[in-house]
């Protein structure tokens, strides 16, 4: 489990002795039981088995897929997957690929819905860019939502990853984009699901692997 869910968990649980304490009442004491299990739910933090394959691009994220689209970047041509992540899928972001971090830029934004395209440029983000061994680079983001107010990255610029290794989380709603080489193969479709650090969203040709 994040830290997080253990902070939210305790703080409603010492609410719920307080009300009980000072009112003696059961039921005004359920409300902040009810969300100190909520919060426990939502910060969970399951192991997932990592693809040991070379040349796949795993997940950074768990929701649904919303797009997989070819893409025209200031560095030539990509593509594009995105997933949006609601108030029910663990929240917590792996790395797609092994390497070294390149980049790593946080951005000031709005909290438009997740679901809403334009949220990929214009709301608060992270946007970390990782190279592999072979040269190849994978960016993801993470995109805050309507609900989202925060965004964790625990690695820095330099550092290096490893392909599923736990590098942040968003909080609650919220939205992962991933750009991907023009070449890569896409393995996943819109409307599937898929699970960070695990499911498969692509796989580079043969002789090109990360």
């Avoid at 910060?43 to 997989?68: A, C, N, Q």
Wanted: aromatic share 8%; glycine share 10%.
């Amino acid at each position: 489990m994040v830290r997080d869910g253990y902070i939210y968990g305790l703080v409603f649980l010492v609410l719920a002795v307080v009300i009980l304490w000072l009112t003696g009442s059961l039921w005004l004491a359920v409300v902040p039981v009810a969300l100190a299990a909520f919060f426990l739910w939502f910060f969970r933090d399951p192991e997932r088995i990592i693809p040991t394959e070379p040349g796949l691009i795993v997940s950074p994220g768990d929701g649904k897929v919303t797009e997989t689209a070819a893409i025209n970047t200031p560095d030539g041509p990509r593509k594009r997957i995105s997933i949006f992540l609601s108030v029910f899928n663990v929240h917590v972001n792996r790395a797609p690929i092994a390497g070294v971090l390149t980049s790593v830029r946080y951005q000031k934004g709005q909290y438009l819905n997740a679901m809403n395209p334009a949220s990929a440029e214009q709301n608060e983000q992270n946007v970390a860019t990782v190279r592999g061994e072979d040269g190849i680079e994978v960016t993801f983001k993470q995109i805050a939502g309507l609900l989202a107010r925060r965004i964790v990255f625990n690695c820095r610029e330099g550092e290096t990853v490893e392909r599923g290794q736990r590098v942040g989380l968003i909080k609650f709603g919220s939205r992962v984009n991933v750009i991907l080489p023009a070449e890569a193969e896409v393995r996943v479709k819109v409307g599937q699901s898929v699970e960070g650090g695990s499911s498969v969203l692509a796989a580079m040709p043969q002789g090109k692997s990360l």
